[in-house]
């Protein structure tokens, strides 16, 4: 029975395994992930587990650092809506948000000002 406690199976979470294996299926860090993920429920204003349209705005200006005031057309915050929400079921999950947080905010990323050049 000692040895068994040491293995990963017994000693974490569902909602942990989750997270290990979203990092490793999109080559992030674990910390990144859980960072995502912290930022993410706090987003999730209704705690369901998706964050809906109406909520999209305060994504934006928390992750991608863009100011309340500046005033996005609402064609570019929807095409950006697009972007996050891959499956177009209406709301973005963890996992489409972690992706989107990868490949348009995260330090190295496309970012938001490189997607708009193109």
């Known amino acids: 029975m000692r040895l068994l ?18 990092a490793k299926k999109y ?5 990144e992930v859980e960072r995502c993920k912290i930022m993410f429920d706090e987003l ?3 705690r369901s587990g998706r964050i809906r349209k109406q909520e999209f705005d305060k994504v ?3 992750c ?8 996005l057309s609402a064609s570019r915050r929807h095409s950006l809506w ?4 891959s499956n177009l079921d209406g709301s973005i999950d963890f996992e489409e948000f ?9 330090p190295g990323a496309e970012g938001f000002a490189d997607y708009y050049r193109r």
């Open 44 to 46: 999730d204003e209704n």
């Open 60 to 62: 934006l200006c928390r």
């Open 5 to 22: 406690t040491f293995d990963e199976a017994f000693c974490i979470t569902p909602e942990e395994s989750e997270l290990r294996r979203l």
């Open 64 to 71: 991608g650092n863009i100011p309340r005031d500046i005033g």
């Open 98 to 106: 972690l992706i989107f947080n990868v490949n348009y905010v995260a």
């Open 27 to 31: 080559n992030v860090s674990l910390f």
């Open 82 to 85: 697009l972007l996050a929400d």
